[in-house]
């Protein structure tokens, strides 16, 4: 690929402590791993989280300073553990039976997504080239807004089919507005969870926490209130702002999603100020 596997935006505006972090929105697939991807262009726009990072457009405006990665998750999933593979993604792996972890070897729907086992040399290399760099940025990030500010709040973006789909432990089912993701609470203090709450109920939005999705890796492995870290993972169904079989954006939806995203943004920098 052309570029790095990520940009970093820095606040326009006046600085607040949020981060925005948003793993999962690129599509791209690098020319070096490209013979490993068997998934279609619609299977990897389908498990993309497309358009969070248009969401969060305006964060920047708002003091934010947002992550976003260009590279799709059927390379590397960078809200996943660098350990979460098994054997049939990685040649080595654990026998657990890890479809989608860090390396992709399924879609959610099923079908096949990586073509054979990756050599240990080449699940390193994507570790080295596009992993660990991203999460080396996250960290640098997290740690100058603790430094300036003596706390961080990052702001996980996601989206999230409205049905779980065949994979999901919730195939089927409709799914709420805004999913938070906290790990029960844990990683956040109750004033941004409850914050981010709010400002879904405001929007008429239905919100159920931790369902189906509790936050991965960056929530898991940064949210730490007691070190002044706070992780909330953000899930919003696509049917707020696209068309989830054309793929393509709702007009008028997407505007006002993109409206409640950006206020969002600032409603968690006043709440980390006050």
Known sequence: MTGAPFVVFAPDGKESPVIVEIPHAGVEVPAAFMPDVLASARAIGRDADLYVDELYGTAPERGAS??????????VDLNRDE?????????????????????????????RSLGTPLRRGAYEERMKDLYRPYHARLRELIRDKVDRFGLAVVLAG?????LGRALHADQGSPRADVVPGTQGRTSAHARFIDAVDAHARQARLSVAHDDPYKGGFTTQHYGCPQEDVHVVQVELARRLYMDEVSLRRIP???????????????????????
């Open 158 to 162: 996601h989206s999230m089919p409205s």
């Open 252 to 274: 008028g939806r997407f505007e006002t999603m993109r409206a409640w995203c950006g206020e969002l943004v600032a409603k968690l920098g006043r709440a980390a100020l006050t």
């Open 66 to 75: 947002v992550l976003v990665a260009r590279v799709s998750r059927y390379v």
């Open 83 to 111: 350990s979460d593979f098994d054997g049939q993604a990685v040649e080595g792996g654990p026998a657990a039976h890890s479809p989608r972890g860090v390396v992709w070897r399924l879609t959610t729907e099923g079908e």
